[in-house]
């Protein structure tokens, strides 16, 4: 029971050294941790994304999408419009980053 005791003491040494931030990060990835391992049927890998199949919410989804096609047309779009003109802009940061680095 001494043991025990002292185990426990130093546990709570080590939580009272560890910071907030580094605390709620190992607590987050042993929940996901554990999360992945009850539902291990269900996760696929690709490459660096780890996906968790599921049907819930499907038909909800097709029952939005037909409901107001030609909204969904629109915002599909103006996406479109969005992720070009971002690609765009990424890419004069970048060049003007790289002339500032350059000059100086």
Do not use: P
Request: glycine fraction near 4%; charged fraction near 20%; charge should be positive.
């Amino acid at each position: 029971m001494d043991s025990l005791n002292k185990y426990f003491k130093g546990l709570l040494q080590l939580i009272r050294m560890i910071d907030a931030y580094t605390l709620s990060i190992i607590i987050f990835i042993t929940v996901v941790a554990i999360i992945v391992y009850r539902d291990r049927k269900n996760i696929e890998r690709q490459f660096i994304l780890v996906l968790r199949k599921t049907k819930r919410g499907r038909s909800l989804l097709i029952k939005i999408s037909r409901s107001h096609t030609l909204f969904w047309k629109y915002i599909e779009n103006i996406g479109v419009v969005f992720g070009f003109a971002g690609s765009v802009y990424i890419v004069y940061y970048l060049i003007i980053a790289a002339i500032r680095k350059a000059a100086s």
